[in-house]
């Protein structure tokens, strides 16, 4: 079942939890709510859910607006982080404690079976209580509990939140299997940018209760629409520094501190205004790649070794940013460094706002064109 929100406030006292929130999830999806701590998220589901009413705003389901609908009406299932499974039942009673004396014993044992087959529990753990259980598999009891009712949308609230690293890598690819064969469409809360990365269709980033972006993953990791969204996606997330754009008599110039200046060619000159200049760290090196690579200076370099490649740490001016190179082509610790950036792998944000700048990431990616073809 599709769901739909537009414009959605909510207030609590002073605090503005959700500052018009719209987004269309498709029949079907695997949506992710993506954003830190306290940017609204479980707000935005409890929404959904119907366990908090926005002070305005339409929500529709499947097309009908339920804005005015009880919970129980808008079948929507829920899990939340805490799972909270009944420890005097087992496995199979919790999965069928919500159908438990609406249908018969014998409806319920072929309902509990069907969920248990398709989140791979077998009847040995059907027979157990919660604490005979891993961490997975009192995980996928609570996902069967919200199941048996059917639900037309799955709603979840960082679920996987209590598990360590190695479960939660697990339990990404279950529950995205999961949802390859069930189809149901759901909404993800994560603050975990990893987690939303590799699970969903499609995602929405939320700050400070506003929506930064909504799109496929790979989209918004390529094109970040805020210096947020920039910041906030990728391990580590796009490295960030202040210049100004300004312009001469030839076209736009990014100019920094210490004389750095960096020409767009193609860009049209302009009134100088403040930027973030974006660059991710796989794409920024320890060597000068092209004649026309833009070379950052930068001090107190540390290195952090991720197997075969490592992450070089420096600061410029008082922006971290952070280079892949070799694990063999390391610096000296706590030196100088010079980093490297092809023009076109710029990202530019207007320093004010935090919105992508896209005429001018069009004009660096013409720039690199040209780059390339002086190099061949
Ligand atoms: N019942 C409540 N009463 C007062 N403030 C709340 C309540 N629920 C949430 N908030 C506030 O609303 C904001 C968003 O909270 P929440 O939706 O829980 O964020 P998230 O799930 O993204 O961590 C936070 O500032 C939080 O403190
Ligand atoms: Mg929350």
Known sequence: MSVELYAIRKAYGATDALKEVSFEVAEGEFFSILGPSGCGKSTLLRIVAGLERPDSGVLKLGGLDVSRKA????????????????????????????????????????????????????????????????????????????LIRKPRVLLMDEPLSGADALLRER???????????????????????????????????????????????????????????????????????????????????????????????????????AVIVGARPERIGLTRPSSAACRLRCRSATVEPQGETAFVRAFHGQSEIVATTGVDAVPGLGGEVELWVEPCDLHLFDANSGRRLEPLSTAAGAMAASAHGVLR
């Open 71 to 146: 919970p129980a009406e808008r079948g929507v299932g829920l899990v939340f982080q805490n799972y909270a499974l009944f420890p005097h039942l087992t496995a199979a009673g919790n999965i069928g404690f919500g159908l438990k004396g609406r249908v018969s014993k014998h409806e319920l044992a072929t309902r509990v079976g069907e969920i248990a087959e398709l989140l791979d529990l077998d009847q040995a753990l059907l027979a157990r209580r919660p604490r005979e259980l891993s961490g997975g598999q009192r995980q996928r009891v609570a996902l069967g509990r919200a």
């Open 171 to 273: 339990m990404r690819s279950d529950l995205r299997r999961f949802h390859e064969r069930a189809g149901t469409t759901t909404l993800y809360v994560t603050h975990d940018q990893r987690e939303a990365m590799s699970m969903s269709d499609r995602l929405v980033v939320i700050e400070g209760g506003s929506v930064q972006q909504v799109g496929r993953p790979i989209d918004v990791y390529r094109e970040p629409a805020t210096a947020f969204a920039a910041r906030f996606l990728g391990s580590p997330g796009m490295s960030l520094w202040p210049m100004q754009l300004a312009g001469n008599g030839s076209g736009a110039v990014l100019v920094g501190d210490a004389g750095t200046e960096w020409p767009l060619p193609g860009a049209p000159g302009r009134d100088p205004c």
